[in-house]
């Protein structure tokens, strides 16, 4: 089973960038899908970008399209949210979330991390 951390978060102004990595522990890493989803205060978790197993495909929410870009090195057992032209409204924690031999529109995960804080200030 995959274990994963995420790391990168911090404070940034309104327009800065931001790379989210997620490390992930265990040899089967390049058998999961895995996911951004984030939560806002007093908002739902939701779905943020999404990269298939094989790497051959990635899905965004249209909020952040053109903007962040998910991609993966199996051979880091990593996956990466690369965040520009951040905006206030992208402050929340970013989860990093894994499923199995899923398609890339999955919209349940079995693994999560334990989250990081991105704060975004205008």
């Known amino acids: 089973q995959v274990q994963l951390v995420e790391s990168g978060g911090g404070l940034v102004q309104a327009g800065g960038s931001l790379r989210l990595s997620c490390a992930a522990s265990g040899r089967t890493f390049s058998s999961y899908t895995m996911g951004w989803l984030r939560q806002a205060p007093g908002k739902e978790r939701e779905f943020v970008a999404a990269?298939?197993?094989?790497?051959?495909?990635?899905h965004y929410a249209d909020s952040v399209k053109g903007r962040f870009t998910i991609s993966r090195d199996n051979s880091k057992n990593t996956l990466y949210l690369q965040m520009n032209n951040l905006n206030p409204e992208d402050t929340a924690v970013y989860y990093c979330?894994?499923?199995?031999?899923?398609?890339?529109?999955?919209?349940?995960?079995?693994?999560w991390g334990q989250g990081t804080q991105v704060t975004v200030s205008s």
């Open positions: 979330a894994a499923k199995l031999w899923a398609a890339v529109t999955t919209t349940s995960y079995d693994l």
């Open positions: 990269i298939h197993w094989s790497g051959a495909s990635t």
